[in-house]
């Protein structure tokens, strides 16, 4: 079984819009979806999946960022492929009109967070915006299993913790 790990970030403006990709028809991975900016992480980036975000987004963007915040990390089984995808998903406001470069990667587009759900976008993006929609502006990082019920792709999500935080005792 292989590990597959990526990052991706939701770029939000202060109308509440995220900076999304329009994937070609012809892309290999996701075609014809809107997706988040992001990607695949590079081997030297496997244990730092903040420095994977950075480069993706100044790669598809032009944007350099340097206040992302830690939002979502998601798991799913891939059987079909033998592989477990790990999926790092970043926030981060955007203060004010930027302009981008263009990527071969696809066209930029502006989606309301609300709006989400209803586009063109995968499984793992419309959960991740559905849960955000839900528990807006908080600091806590959440961790998310996709599975399927009754065939429907959907997400169980928990609150990622130190569970020994402010216990008195030993641990490693």
């Known amino acids: 079984m292989r590990l597959r790990q990526m990052a991706v970030a939701f770029l939000i403006n202060q109308n509440d819009e995220v900076l999304l990709l329009q994937k070609p028809s012809s892309h290999a991975f996701l075609p014809g979806k809107l997706v988040p900016i992001g990607g695949h992480m590079e081997p ?94 908080n600091e806590k990082i959440y961790t998310g299993t996709m599975k399927s019920d009754n065939g429907k792709a959907t997400m169980t999500w928990s609150v990622l913790e130190d569970w020994l935080k402010g216990k008195d005792c030993i641990h490693d």
């Open 44 to 137: 030297e980036e496997i244990n730092d999946p903040e420095r994977t975000i950075i480069r993706e987004v100044k790669e598809e963007t032009g944007l350099i960022l340097d206040k992302l915040q830690l939002k979502y990390i998601v798991h799913r089984l891939k059987a079909d492929e033998n592989e477990v995808r790990v999926q790092y998903v970043f926030f981060a406001k955007l203060k004010e009109d930027v302009a981008f470069i263009s990527s071969n990667e696809g066209e930029l587009c502006w989606i309301r967070m609300k709006d989400i759900e209803k586009e063109n976008v995968s499984e793992t993006s419309r959960a991740i915006a559905s849960h955000y929609n839900e528990h807006p502006e």
